[in-house]
């Protein structure tokens, strides 16, 4: 298995507070994925970095930031939480991000409440 | 936008019975992954295909890619309670850093 941990697994937060993210790989791929997942939508991508300090928007970026400042690191923050973005979190690596073979292997995940 | 749709959305069948899940889209992908997810866990990569028409087979599970590289299939043979889970498509481009996923399909296998 791919060494992927996210911390924390679970959070319930309320709405308006900050909250951080963190995902922790030790197999030095240079790329690095932010999913949410919710019923219905499968996965979809908040942000990914191609390197340290290089990130770059996915397809549902509204209300998170990222930062990678180191290659192990990659952390996914929200700035003010709302109830909208109670979901499942997955963080991914991947060591040839879209050179044909993009396989990404997966943490834990992060279920996130925001009440 | 990059859309893949899989369908069925839900799929409840009796162990020893074979299933087919499909995923399509409107738009060529350069390569095509299959993902299991098990609750409680992040997904995980079963097959990869990168050629139009290629074939894979992994044990009782067949993955296809279609000759024009816009859908796929995933079909299970004598399918077993071990089976169960969401089974997740993924389009990757070649010149995009990123893949996308279908909506997924939720295989119950009954014993």
């Known amino acids: 298995d791919a060494g992927i941990t996210q911390s924390p697994r679970h959070k319930v937060t309320e709405t308006g507070t900050p909250v951080t993210l963190r995902c922790h790989q030790t197999?030095?791929?240079?790329?690095m994925y932010w999913y949410r997942q919710d019923p219905g939508h499968g996965l979809r991508l908040i942000h990914y970095?191609?390197?340290?300090?290089?990130?770059d928007k996915g397809e549902v970026s509204d209300g998170y930031s990222v930062s990678r400042s180191k290659t192990e690191d990659f952390l996914l923050t929200l700035e003010s939480a709302t109830s909208s973005q109670t979901s499942v979190y997955f963080c991914a690596i991947s060591e040839r991000g879209g050179i044909l073979f993009n396989e990404q292997f997966f943490g834990p995940g992060t279920r996130l409440t925001v009440l | 936008t990059q859309l893949l749709e899989q369908s069925p959305q839900f799929l409840s069948i009796q162990e020893g019975e074979n299933l087919t899940v499909y995923c399509n889209s409107s738009s060529v992908f350069s390569s095509l992954q299959w993902y299991r997810q098990e609750p409680g866990e992040g997904p995980v990569l079963l097959v990869t295909?990168?050629?139009?028409?290629e074939v894979k087979k992994l044990k009782r599970l067949t993955f296809q890619f279609g000759d024009a590289r816009k859908d796929s299939s995933l079909h299970i043979t004598a399918a077993q309670p071990g089976d169960t889970g969401l089974y997740l498509c993924a389009g990757g481009s070649g010149s995009a850093r990123q893949l996308t996923f279908g909506s997924g399909t939720q295989l119950t296998v009954l014993p």
């Open positions: 970095s191609y390197g340290v300090k290089d990130t």
């Open positions: 197999e030095n791929h240079r790329y």
């Open positions: 295909v990168v050629t139009g028409g």
